[in-house]
T-cell receptor
Framework: NAGVTQTPKFQVLKTGQSMTLQCAQDMNHEYMSWYRQDPGMGLRLIHYSVGAGITDQGEVPNGYNVSRSTTEDFPLRLLSAAPSQTSVYFC????????????FGQGTRLTVV | QQQVKQSPQSLIVQKGGISIINCAYENTAFDYFPWYQQFPGKGPALLIAIRPDVSEKKEGRFTISFNKSAKQFSLHIMDSQPGDSATYFCAASINDMRFGAGTRLTVKP
């Protein structure tokens, strides 16, 4: 059981480039989320989805796009990378029921130069 | 505006001591309050969680105390061990999950 898989693990981008961070889960979870982790700021929610075809913005959505065409996949797109998007990105998934725990991927460390 | 406020930012405890981390939340609609543990280079992993209809939950050396009227909850780590050294995050959720800023715990041998 792979759980939540994120790719790539590391990425360096130049300012203005675009890229997609991939996230896949094999637990048939309805809820999926993207977070960024920055020193002293914890995990901040970027976007989340409560099911295929449904997405919503979190605390820091600017500069990021998401889509959810299948239950398993929830890619995060950086449209035009900026140095302020240098961070560690985590994808998480959880079941829909109340009190369901979130399972996290191993993270993607992104550096924008 | 951060919906979950966590303190302290860092904590140093001697082996065998008690580690206490506190969190406060704003939104009374939150219905699930987990704590996550994160080691360097890894994703956060669920440690223990509580629902708002319970005032305390204990799992081994880890206890959550929950005060619904004060909108506060805390994590107590009894008999802290060097292997507990990690970053701890409190969180609160309805559909999405919001996290505190984290506490870096160091347990000295």
């Amino acid at each position: 059981n792979a759980g939540v898989t994120q790719t790539p693990k590391f990425q360096v981008l130049k300012t203005g480039q675009s890229m997609t961070l991939q996230c896949a889960q094999d637990m048939n979870h309805e809820y999926m989320s993207w977070y960024r982790q920055d020193p002293g700021m914890g995990l901040r929610l970027i976007h989340y989805s409560v099911g295929a075809g449904i997405t919503d913005q979190g605390e820091v959505p600017n500069g990021y796009n998401v889509s959810r065409s299948t239950t398993e996949d929830f890619p995060l797109r950086l449209l035009s990378a900026a140095p302020s998007q240098t961070s560690v990105y985590f994808c998480a998934s959880r079941a829909e029921r109340q009190g369901a725990p979130a399972f996290f991927g191993q993270g993607t460390r992104l550096t924008v130069v | 505006q951060q919906q979950v406020k966590q303190s302290p930012q860092s904590l140093i405890v001697q082996k065998g001591g008690i580690s206490i981390i506190n969190c406060a939340y704003e939104n009374t609609a939150f219905d699930y309050f987990p704590w996550y543990q994160q080691f360097p280079g890894k994703g956060p992993a669920l440690l223990i969680a509580i629902r708002p209809d319970v005032s305390e939950k204990k799992e081994g050396r880890f206890t959550i105390s929950f005060n619904k009227s004060a909108k506060q909850f805390s994590l107590h780590i009894m008999d802290s061990q060097p292997g507990d050294s990690a970053t701890y995050f409190c969180a609160a959720s309805i559909n999405d999950m919001r996290f505190g800023a984290g506490t870096r715990l160091t347990v000295k041998p």
